[in-house]
């Protein structure tokens, strides 16, 4: 599976963007999909995911109530809506996607098979 990430921008602090995620083809109830970011001179970090069929999201501590993801699996797509951007936000946003994985390795990167090639996202202060 091909992921294909789009939606970065600049934006100021306290804006929003909307990122998608599409899948080159269909992905079924077994994928679970998730966004990590990498910040210049930071590892790479997990920030939210979609288990399996979308039924349950996750959330870095760091996103938790500014961001919200959500899955369109008629449309092979996620989304993640980030509200109230703060410059510590600021980061390339990869998506990643995985078949079977299990609960206990949504936060790892190393557990996915399929990366897309990630979307720049800058919050000016």
């Known amino acids: 599976v091909q992921l294909q990430a789009s939606g970065g921008g600049t934006v100021q602090t306290g804006g929003s963007l909307r990122l998608s995620c599409t899948a080159s083809e269909r992905i079924d109830s077994s994928y679970s999909m998730a966004w990590f970011r990498q910040a210049p001179g930071k590892e790479r970090e997990f920030v939210t995911a979609?288990?399996?069929?979308?039924?349950?999201?996750y959330y870095a501590d760091s996103v938790k109530g500014r961001f919200t993801v959500s899955r369109d699996n008629a449309k092979n797509t996620m989304y993640v809506q980030m509200n109230n951007l703060k410059p510590e936000d600021t980061a390339i946003y990869h998506c990643?996607?995985?078949?079977?994985?299990?609960?206990?390795?949504?936060?790892?990167?190393?557990?996915?098979?399929?990366w897309g090639q990630g979307t720049q996202v800058t919050v000016s202060s």
């Open positions: 979609v288990f399996r069929g979308g039924s349950r999201t």
């Open positions: 990643a996607g995985s078949a079977r994985l299990i609960l206990s390795s949504l936060r790892l990167q190393t557990a996915y098979h399929d």
